[in-house]
């Protein structure tokens, strides 16, 4: 595991796009980079700065975005994933549409859960018989959850369902999410963790404990597994 630790969320961001471009130019010309995206609000400053400040170094057309996860809610709505994403970097870039393979949160949770993991599995390759994505992009929260896999929920940790249907314990909220076993094929598992609220889900995950479902993935990815954080976060962690 590699932890990357910056002076601030903003260089921790950049740091973060610079890597996916560097994963990106290393493949063969001609394949398709395959990224899943989580959300949540961290993300949003990197998806920002990648529209500003590299957006014209980007091969929009060898990158293909999917999600980590998505609230059951239809993309017009404020805690759509989707959208966030959409006014954050979609809108800003020319990316071909067929690129972006959005997990549609106004459908029925469970039904939705069945159809994106069908058209994900026509679209990545498979590894151990989970599809196998080129970079899992995570956040954490800070009771150790990770896609929307919530402490109590561990049971999407090892389901052999790829996608699956999550339940956020405060709000009630169904969330379709990406499960363990696909997390840990990720060829790249990567998380963006930044600011103070970060400390102990990111001493969690360095440690390698299983803690939580957040630092589960990260003990247990099959694969690399790089860590992008900034100081408020790590000098309390
Ligand atoms: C979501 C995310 C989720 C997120 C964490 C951290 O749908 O909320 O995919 O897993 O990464 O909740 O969220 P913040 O970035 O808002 O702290």
Redesign the pocket.
Known sequence: MITRIHNTDAEAACALIERILQVTNERPAGQTVNIAL?????PALMFRLWAEQYDAQTPWDRIRLFW??E?CVPPTDEES?YGMTRDNLLNKINIPKENVVRIKGENTPEDEARRYETEVRSMVPEEEGFPQFDIVL????DDG????IFPGQEHLLTTDKAYAVGTHPKTGQQ?IALTGMPIIHARLLIFLLTGKGKAQVLADIIDQNDAGPAAYVGHHALHTVEVFTDKAAAEQA
Do not use: F, I, K
Not at 138 to 141: E, T, V
């Open positions: 989580s959300g949540g609000s961290t980590v996860d609230r994933n995570l956040g954490a929260g959850h990770t896609s929307s969330r």
